[in-house]
C-alpha cells in the first residue's frame, strides 16, 4: 500500500486539542487591571509561573492574559513526554556545564517529581505515567553511543538498562531495532492539553485571574512597575513574568535567541487487539531512535500511536506563520518512516496531522533573564523539551522577580546566554546547511563534516 493513503482521512488539528474535555475560553479583558504579577501566556510557561506564584503567597494578586486559548500552542500540540533532564539531555548538558550536571540532574529529578506531585494534589486527569523513555538505536555506529550514554547516566546516578536487540524489540517490536537504552525513571508520559487545562483549572482556585483572547501587545514601565497594553486595556503589575517562548518577546533584546522551527506528528487510528500484540509495548514507554534527524513516538492511553519529528523545518524570517503548521510533504514522509518501522502494521490508518513551531535555541535548552531593573522575567529556547522543564523554569523566575540567591539562579545554565543566531540571510543559510551536514551525518556512520565539527567548537548546539 502506497504509505501515502494511510492519511487520507487524517483530521489536520492536533489530536491532543480535540478532547471532548476541553474547556470553554474564558473572556477577554476590558479596561485596566491592576496585580501584584502579571504573567504573559497561558502555555506551561505562564500557568505553572501563576500557580508557583499562589503556592509561594497565596496572597499575591495574579493575573494571566493569553493571547488564544490556554494551552492552544506547544502546551497543547508536543507529544506528551515529560523528562527530567534540563539540558536536552545528558550528552548536551555535559558538553555546557560538566561541573554543574550533578546538581542540574538534581533539581530536574526534583523537578519531575513535583509535577507528578502537582498532577496527584489537584487533580489533573492528564494520563500522567512515569513509564520512562528508550533511546533505540537503528544503525550499528548508535550502539557504541548508547552504551557511552549508559556510561555518562551511571556516573550521575540516573538509572538506565541497556537493551541487547532482543530485549529492546521484547519491548517494542520492530525489525529495525538493533538495541535500546531504557530511562526508567526519568521521563514521564501525559496528555499534554489535559495538562495545561489542569494547571489552568488549578490557578482559577487558588485565585488567579485568566483572561484569554487577549494578546500583550506592548510592556512599558510604569513608576515601580510596568504597564502591559492589550487590545481593550490595559495591565498595570508590580512585576511579570513572559512565558511566550516561541512568539516575539515582549523585550526586543531577548528575540535574536529564538528562532522558530516547525516540527510535525501524526496519530494513528486506535489500535485493534492484534495490532497492539504485533508490537507489544505493554509497558507504554515512550520512544526516540539515536539518528540526529531522530523520530519520537508513544502509545496514548486509548491504544494510537504518535509518531513525530525528524523532518524539523525553518522557515525564512524567523516568522512565526500560521500556515507553516500544516505540511503534506512531511506528512508523507513520516508516514513512510512509520510503516519501515513498524511493517507489520500495515494497513493502519492516521487520524490526524499537524504541526506547530518550537522555540529553538543555539543551545538547545532554556535561558532565562530579567528586564526593565529586574521587574520583568523570561524564560525561553526550551527547544522541544518544555513539557517538564517548564516548570523549573517558572521556578527561575519567580526567584529572579524576587531578587533571591537561590540554587536556581546560581546556576551558571540560569546566569548564561546561548550565542543569538545571525541575522537573515545568514540564519536562514546556516539552519540549511545544518540540516543538510546532519542527514549526511547520519548516512555515513554519524560522522560530523567540517560544518557540524566548527559548530560544536563554538558551542552551537545542533546534534539533534
Known amino acids: 500500500m502506497d504509505p501515502a493513503r494511510s492519511l487520507a482521512d487524517a483530521q489536520p488539528t492536533p489530536f491532543w486539542l480535540e478532547d471532548p474535555g476541553r474547556p470553554q475560553p474564558l473572556p477577554a479583558l476590558v479596561g485596566d487591571e491592576h496585580c501584584d504579577l502579571l504573567v504573559v501566556g497561558a502555555g506551561y510557561s505562564g500557568l505553572w509561573t501563576a500557580l508557583l506564584a499562589k503556592e509561594r503567597d497565596p496572597q499575591r494578586d495574579v493575573v494571566v492574559v493569553e493571547a488564544k486559548e490556554t ?9 506528551g513526554f515529560c523528562a527530567a533532564s534540563l539540558t536536552h539531555g545528558l550528552a548536551n548538558g555535559l558538553a555546557r556545564w560538566p561541573q ?28 500522567f ?3 520512562g523513555e528508550i533511546d533505540v538505536a537503528t544503525e550499528p555506529y548508535q550502539l557504541d553511543d548508547l552504551r557511552e550514554a549508559a556510561e555518562q ?14 530485549e529492546v524489540r521484547a519491548e517494542v517490536d520492530s525489525p529495525t531495532f538493533a538495541g535500546g537504552l531504557w530511562n526508567r525513571r526519568g521521563v514521564a508520559m501525559l496528555h499534554p492539553a489535559r495538562l495545561a487545562w489542569g494547571l489552568r483549572r488549578a490557578c482559577l482556585e487558588a485565585g488567579v485571574r485568566i483572561y484569554e483572547r487577549t494578546p500583550a501587545t506592548s510592556l512599558d514601565s510604569n513608576g515601580s512597575g510596568v504597564a502591559v497594553r492589550t487590545p481593550y486595556g490595559r495591565v498595570y ?5 513572559l512565558g511566550t517562548n516561541v512568539f516575539p518577546s515582549l523585550v526586543r533584546r531577548v528575540r535574536p535567541f529564538v528562532v522558530p522551527v516547525y516540527d510535525y506528528a501524526l496519530t494513528t487510528e486506535p489500535l485493534t487487539d492484534d495490532q497492539l500484540a504485533s508490537v507489544g ?23 494510537r500511536i504518535l509518531w513525530g519529528g525528524y523532518d524539523a523545518v525553518y522557515s525564512y524570517g524567523k516568522r512565526v506563520r500560521a500556515e507553516m503548521d500544516q505540511r503534506p510533504a512531511t506528512y508523507a514522509k513520516l508516514a513512510r518512516h512509520f510503516f519501515h518501522t513498524f511493517p507489520q502494521l500495515e494497513g493502519v490508518r492516521f487520524s490526524h496531522a499537524w504541526g506547530g513551531a518550537i522555540d529553538t535555541c543555539s543551545r538547545f535548552s532554556a535561558f532565562f533573564g530579567t528586564a526593565h531593573g529586574g521587574r520583568v522575567a523570561y524564560a525561553a529556547g526550551y527547544t522541544g523539551l518544555g513539557v517538564g522543564a517548564t516548570r523549573f523554569g517558572a521556578e527561575v523566575m519567580l526567584d529572579l522577580l524576587a531578587g533571591e540567591r537561590t540554587e536556581r539562579t546560581e546556576l551558571a545554565m540560569v546566569r548564561s546566554k546561548p550565542l543569538p543566531f545571525p541575522p537573515e540571510p545568514f540564519a536562514w543559510a546556516g539552519i540549511g546547511i545544518t540540516r543538510w551536514s546532519l542527514d549526511r551525518a547520519d548516512r555515513n556512520g554519524g560522522r560530523r563534516n567540517l560544518w557540524l565539527r566548527a559548530l560544536d567548537r563554538v558551542g552551537l548546539g545542533f546534534d539533534s
Open 129 to 131: 505515567e512515569r513509564t
Open 100 to 127: 554543574e550536571m550533578p546538581e542540574l540532574e538534581r533539581l530536574g529529578a526534583a523537578n519531575l517529581d513535583a509535577i507528578e506531585a502537582a498532577v496527584e494534589r489537584h487533580g489533573i486527569d492528564c494520563d
Open 71 to 79: 494551552g492552544w500552542a506547544a502546551s497543547g500540540r508536543n507529544g
Open 237 to 241: 503589575a508590580r512585576r511579570a513574568a
Open 153 to 166: 547516566a551511571a556516573r550521575l546516578g540516573v538509572e538506565t538498562t541497556l537493551l541487547d536487540r532482543d
Open 281 to 303: 509495548w505493554k509497558n507504554r514507554q515512550g520512544l526516540a531512535d539515536s539518528a540526529n534527524q531522530f523520530h519520537y513516538f508513544r502509545i496514548t492511553a486509548d491504544r
